[in-house]
């Protein structure tokens, strides 16, 4: 009894081993390298690069850079000053000769108002052109931030990549070992499982890095089709980022936002200059030209004497002034509404002002407790993390780990790797979230 029941569990040991090994596709022994699509040493796209393209290019920076065209053309009118009139009038007798032509010119002054558009114009570009130095330094923003999102997905990418060549290696080493007999089947299978998600992963990886890549496109001004290939790897950016000098706190005062809203304020004085200037009294010019030819009832006698009709060809000149009288309209609401603006305007350069020091107070903690944190991964314990798998995996193919071991190891390995890259990122953000603040994004 007991010989046949051991017999029945050897075949159906066999039968499931069967099932079970038939089950597991076959694996190449080579995996290409994802990351290596988006990465080129030697001639992918700088970080500095990215920022000059996106400048140059990027259609919604180029559609806001013709508000400048738009505020010198208001300029240029501005200072233009009103237009003389001319009219002309012919009157004739009906069934007669008699006759009368009328030219008239009339001329404005434009009293006390040409400065006042000027000034309001001249102001206006100002802030025009904060406005857009301000896009520009979002943009440029928007393009560091997107740069690292991608450099940083090719990063963990990466370690996908090698982590997946290990143990497709691995893999080929536990078959050896399985059919010698000197290891059991489940330990080959486990490791497969293993494979097969980190491959999953890794393509879902890819996918993360092709999204960020499009919007970085989009950012560069780029068709979704063209090629992209970055240059700088997140830690080299980290580096050259902790490298460069910052601007002092009291640089706040020259970001293009604060310096925007500055403008506002002027533009609203000018505003309130200009109403005041058109409720004042004005004045035109003009002079006019009349000739009439007229004929009388008597008669008279010509040169030669000869009874003729009295007729007389008259000129005129005329000349005046024509005066506005601000008596009931002094544009007493023109006035009130530019003094309300102003008040708005000064409101917002306070949260302009309050909100970039805010923000410059918050990016500082931010920017220190990164760099604290990233020197605690830089202090060796990610040359001990990588050592400590290098050994358990030794330890494994002398046959003294199991793999299970293995497995726990390479699973701490990644984990590491992955949180020592979203330091590198949190860093890197860090920096840029500073420089933003400080108005130093270049």
Known sequence: MTKR??????????????????????????????AAQYMNSESGLTLAEAIARALAQEPTLSA????????????????LRP????SF?????????????????QWPLDLFRRSGRVQVAEQELQAVQKGVSDRERSLVVDVRVKYGELVAAVRDLSVSD??????????????????????????????????????ADRLLQAGQVDRTANELKRLLGMRAGDSLQVRNSLEQLVDREMNVPLKADGAVALRPDVQEA???????????????????????VFGSYMRMDATFP?????????????????????????????????????????QGERAGATARLSAAQLSAEAQVGAAR???????????????????????????????????????????????????????????LREAYDARTALRRALGDVR
């Open 64 to 79: 806001s850079r013709t508000s400048v065209d738009v505020a010198v053309g208001e300029l240029l009118q501005a200072g």
């Open 262 to 284: 500055e403008a506002r304020l002027r533009v609203t004085y000018a505003q309130i200059d200009r109403a005041e200037r058109e409720g004042r009294f004005d004045m035109n």
């Open 5 to 34: 029941l051991w017999t029945v569990t050897t075949v159906a040991a066999v039968v499931t081993w069967t099932v079970s090994v038939q089950a597991q596709p076959d694996l190449p022994n080579q995996r290409e390298a994802l």
């Open 365 to 423: 903690a931010r920017d220190e407790r990164a760099r604290s944190a990233l020197a605690v991964y830089r202090g060796g314990a990610r040359d001990l993390a990588r050592q400590n798998l290098d050994v358990v995996r030794q330890t494994s193919e002398l046959g003294r780990a199991t793999v299970f071991e293995v497995l726990g190891e390479q699973r701490r390995y990644l984990d590491f790797e992955r949180s020592y890259g979203n330091a």
């Open 162 to 199: 090698d982590l997946v060549a290990t143990l497709a290696r691995q893999v080929e080493l536990l078959r050896a070992r399985v059919e010698q007999g000197s290891t059991p089947p489940l330990e080959r299978n486990m490791v497969e499982v293993e494979l097969h998600r980190l491959e």
């Open 298 to 338: 008597q008669f008279g006698v010509n040169p030669h004497g000869d009874l003729v009709p009295i007729r007389g060809l008259f000129h005129y000149l005329s000349a005046g002034v024509n005066v506005t009288l601000p008596l009931r309209n002094q544009n007493q609401g023109e006035v009130a509404k530019a």
């Open 89 to 105: 009038m012919q009157q004739n007798q009906p069934g007669g000769t008699d006759s009368q032509t009328r030219v008239e010119l």
């Open 83 to 86: 237009n003389p009139s001319v």
